[in-house]
């Protein structure tokens, strides 16, 4: 096996040789420093206390908590004699080529006791916080006298998320992956003395099965032999570290029968060593599959919506409510992740309320919403309903469209995160919904923008900052077809009827050399190319925010509500894909940009470039975003048409207009028409790619 040549220089207590040594050496350590003789716990080196990393966690998801409550990495300490260790001015390390890059202060390990330390990064929570955190991948962990000299260190391989690395018993040389960590308390095991030697994992391990399919339904049967590929190869030995109730492992090959509580995610953690070698750190690697709750069964019991996190790969949501739920909000308890949260629901949108499969937003009063993939908590969620969209990607493709605009040009802007995830009501499975933000104050702050912004949502055609509503006639206040939804005073709409003034009573040249003082012109170019490009036809003056922050007179754009886009309306009827919709009527400011030459200019050259190689814009960018949500959503999109696909082909809202043209398409059919219509707006726009319009 390959060894780390890590050498060290030890100057050992007086009258002592120097020692040259490797500790990644797998060699008993028979004279070096730090240890203890196998039948004793007699140190061999006087005065150099014997304390031993013990047991360690990679990643910590749900297991041990700090005292603040998150669930940091950890390291165990022991210490194997009957006198508590002072360990003021020892170092602990994640690189062995920095041995002294924490130093431990205020800190003791009991005699036969143990101490805990938390590897989060932030030592500014206490003396047990540590500098650094561990890799999941693999690394090192090493402990330091004062002295310098090593005391205890290791290499480790691959390790799974809530699984430790272990010795079997406190102290012992043997060490294990276990699923069920004993940070601060004892270890069980055989026990074989007090280690001679700095562990390291074996070989990296490569692991591959004949699992095919990875999507299952609850009484399918799961088998699978798994393999080390590679250097390691047929000199592996995998071992479960646990199996699901009623599954089997024969050496080689695992096999279950699922049943009707086997739902979700299967994290299959297999210890990795090295045939007939000893004192090695085993490594942990993975196999996982899903199996989801099959209703149609009829022995199907209910999921349980703390251990039913993940369907096919997709978040789970569970919804719990004492009442119907409506256009007002209803107290509601929602589980993500494995936790509770107390909260309201309702239903939401003017469209979406009377679909069989509505939306949703929540609400988070007490705790708010942990949000992971976002890095952020929410205080609202908005649940957006794929009932008018049965090819269920149209929204997140603009959103993430708008997000890579502004990568593109490195600015900050008001852009709506999303992810997909799967719906439970009660324990019943509601299907795949957009999990999206909701705009308010809170997203305002966390994009960068003030917190106590004034935010007006759009909500009809007459926010088309002319002087006249959508019929032509004089509007009532300038601020007609607005709602304020944020800001105080609530009824203080000044200054949106002050960029209302602006751009109805500019001309085109005032507007567009004006903008700098009352909007971002740039931006509103760009929320433009946004509309124009995907046809979303709704879009170009309502379904918007704008936010106003009050040390600023600049509004600022954020989309919203995308059913109607990329080749369909809100009523899912066809648009083709050769229309160009310049929106001139419904967007004074649209018109202004495509007055001024100039403007116009730039406006044509900011498509060309983000329609580069790899841009926003760029044919090849959309379709790879398309060929990523289908990587991801394929299974569950499926199932959700299978229990919806019939209500959507009935709904009065479309079916009769859609029986004229009999254009009807299931889930596959609607994925590739939207393939096609992408393809064919390509070449729609394919010579503005290269010259100006």
Request: aromatic content about 12%; hydrophobic content about 35%.
């Amino acid at each position: 096996m390959a060894r780390f040549g890590l050498a060290l220089w030890v100057s050992l207590a007086a009258g002592c040789d120097l020692v040259q040594r490797s500790p990644l050496d797998s060699t008993p350590w028979d004279s070096a420093p730090g240890t203890t003789d196998s039948e004793t716990t007699e140190q061999i080196f006087p005065g150099w206390p014997v304390v031993v990393i013990n047991e360690f966690m990679a990643e910590n998801r749900t297991g041990a908590a700090d005292g603040t409550g998150a669930h940091p990495d950890w390291i165990e300490l022991f210490n194997p004699s009957a006198e508590p260790v002072d360990l003021n001015g020892w170092t602990i390390t994640d690189d062995h080529n920095d041995p002294g890059r924490h130093r431990l202060e205020q800190l003791s390990v009991p005699a036969w006791g143990r101490l805990l330390l938390w590897a989060d990064g932030d030592p500014s929570l206490g003396p047990d916080h540590l500098g650094f955190s561990l890799a999941l991948e693999g690394e090192q962990i090493g402990l330091y006298a004062p002295t310098g000299l090593p005391v205890d260190g290791l290499s480790y391989g691959q390790q799974a998320p809530d699984h430790a690395a272990a010795r079997v018993l406190d102290g012992d040389a043997e060490w294990i992956i276990t699923a069920n960590p004993s940070p601060g308390v004892f270890n069980g095991g055989t026990g074989k003395g007090w280690g001679q030697a700095w562990p390291e994992p074996p070989e990296p391990c490569v692991l591959v099965s004949d699992l095919t399919e990875i999507n299952y339904l609850e009484g399918d049967g799961v088998s699978l032999a798994p393999r080390c590929r590679g250097e390691l190869g047929a000199a592996a030995l995998l071992e479960p570290v646990t199996l699901p109730s009623g599954a089997s492992w024969d050496g080689s090959s695992f096999t279950w029968p699922t049943g009707p509580a086997s739902g979700g995610r299967i994290d299959l953690v297999f210890q990795v060593t090295t045939r007939g070698v000893t004192g090695e750190l085993p490594s942990a690697e993975t196999v996982t599959f899903w199996v989801a709750d099959n209703p149609a069964a009829a022995d199907n019991v209910a999921v349980e919506a703390a251990s039913y996190t993940e369907e096919w790969g997709l978040p789970v949501m569970h919804v719990y409510t004492w009442s119907e739920i409506g256009s007002g909000y209803v107290a509601a308890e929602l589980t993500f992740g494995g936790l509770a949260y107390p909260g309201m629901i309702k239903v939401r949108g003017a469209s979406s309320s009377y679909y069989p499969k509505p939306g949703y937003t929540l609400e988070f009063p007490e705790a708010e919403l942990d949000l992971p993939a976002w890095g952020v908590t929410r205080d609202h969620l908005v649940l957006v309903s794929p009932f008018d969209d049965n090819a269920y990607v149209r929204q997140k493709l603009v959103y993430d469209q708008w997000a890579a605009m502004a990568q593109f040009w490195g600015v900050e802007r008001l852009t709506p995160r999303s992810f997909f995830t799967v719906l439970y009501f009660d324990g019943v499975y509601q299907g795949l919904f957009l999990a999206l933000d909701r705009v308010d104050n809170e997203f305002v702050e966390q994009q960068g923008f003030h917190p106590d912004s004034s935010l007006y949502k759009a909500v009809s055609h007459d926010a088309n900052f002319f002087l006249t509503d959508s019929g032509g006639n004089a509007k009532d206040t300038l601020h007609d077809g607005y709602e304020k939804k944020e800001g105080e005073p609530e009824d203080d709409t000044s200054d949106l009827d002050a960029l209302v003034a602006f751009t109805g009573h500019a001309d085109a040249e005032g507007l567009v050399h004006g903008a700098a003082d009352h909007l971002d012109l740039q931006e509103f170019m760009d929320w433009f190319l946004l509309v124009h490009y995907c046809l979303g036809e709704d879009s170009a003056g309502k379904n918007a925010y704008l936010a106003s922050a009050p040390d600023s007179s600049v509004f600022r754009y954020a989309p919203w509500d995308f059913n109607h886009a990329w080749g369909q309306d809100w009523r899912t009827y066809r648009e083709s894909s050769s229309t160009r919709n310049y929106h001139t009527g419904y967007n004074r400011v649209f018109w202004a940009i495509q007055e001024v030459e100039s403007a116009n200019a730039e406006l044509w050259e900011r498509y060309r470039s983000m329609a580069q190689p790899g841009g926003p814009y760029d044919p090849d960018w959309l379709r790879a975003q398309l060929d990523g949500y289908y990587a991801l959503i394929e299974p569950s999109a499926q199932r959700d048409w299978d229990r919806w696909g019939e209500s959507y082909q009935t709904y009065s809202g479309w079916v009769s207009y859609r029986d004229s043209k009999d254009d009807w398409t299931d889930y596959q059919g609607e994925k590739a028409y939207l393939y096609q219509w992408l393809d064919e707006r390509a070449a729609v726009f394919a010579e503005l790619r290269e010259e100006p319009p």
